[in-house]
Nanobody, 125 residues
Framework: QAQLVESGGGLVQAGDSLTLSCAAS????????MGWFRQAPGKEREFVAA?????VYSDSVKGRFTISRDNTKNTVYLQMNSLEAEDSAVYYC?????????????????????WGQGTQVTVSS
């Protein structure tokens, strides 16, 4: 059974950094596009970043967040710098249905078929 487990969330102050990890079991992450999404209270879940043959970022995190993967550890990371209160949310890791997808498709939740349970990130201002 494929499983994604996120970790690394926590409570930080504005301007701090955090690195989220997404460890996979039962599947090989390098064979698929991988994405990070987030959901704040009362809001829709939104795209944050994704990686396949290239990295794609939402405008709100571009220049502050970096997505990467370590295929030897079967893990995807989200390095978050210069955190802002608006970044507070539950962050979800997701596995894409394919490795190569369009830039538009990689930002859509429908392009992902496995999701982690989420990790909470809270940024105090």
């Amino acid at each position: 059974q494929a499983q994604l487990v996120e970790s690394g969330g926590g409570l930080v102050q504005a301007g701090d950094s955090l690195t989220l990890s997404c460890a996979a079991s039962g599947l090989t992450l390098s064979s698929y596009a991988m994405g990070w999404f987030r959901q704040a209270p009362g809001k829709e879940r939104e795209f944050v970043a994704a990686i396949s043959g290239r990295q794609v970022y939402s405008d709100s995190v571009k220049g502050r967040f970096t997505i990467s993967r370590d295929n030897t550890k079967n893990t995807v990371y989200l390095q978050m710098n210069s955190l802002e209160a608006e970044d507070s949310a539950v962050y979800y890791c997701a596995k894409g249905t394919f490795l190569w997808v369009t830039t538009q498709a990689i930002q859509r939740q429908a392009s992902y078929n496995y999701w982690g349970q989420g990790t909470q990130v809270t940024v105090s201002s």
